[in-house]
Nanobody, 119 residues
Framework: VQLVESGGGLVQPGGSLRLSCAASGFTFSSYTMNWYRQAPGKEREVVATITSAGGLTNYADSVKGRFTISRDNAKNTVYLQMNSLKLEDTAVYYC?????????????WGQGTQVTVSS
């Protein structure tokens, strides 16, 4: 299983970024995908979730109305469109999925991509 994030960077408050996560090594279209983030000194928190076919999404209250999660099962890629970025969105963003392996759910993570919101 491999998850590779890209698209992070430095952006001014109010700006936008789109993160991508390319997945491989498993049947991507069968699994829910998640975006998490971890700011310095804080615990990792879930930002957005999308079900396998993309029919259901869920967002942390702090990003509702600003972030949009989507997926392209033909490209094995999940996206996070981030608009109206705020200083407090600064964090390392991680792609995540949870797969069942011999009856046990196992979390898989990408390496993370840094998002810095600063003026």
């Amino acid at each position: 299983v491999q998850l590779v994030e890209s698209g992070g960077g430095l952006v001014q408050p109010g700006g936008s970024l789109r993160l991508s996560c390319a997945a491989s090594g498993f049947t991507f279209s069968s699994y829910t995908m998640n975006w998490y983030r971890q700011a310095p000194g804080k615990e990792r928190e879930v930002v957005a979730t999308i079900t396998s076919a993309g029919g259901l999404t869920n967002y942390a209250d702090s990003v509702k109305g600003r972030f949009t999660i989507s997926r392209d099962n033909a490209k094995n890629t999940v996206y996070l469109q981030m608009n109206s970025l705020k200083l407090e969105d600064t964090a390392v963003y991680y792609c995540n999925t949870r797969l069942i392996n011999w009856g046990t759910w196992v979390d898989y993570w990408g390496q993370g991509t840094q998002v810095t919101v600063s003026s």
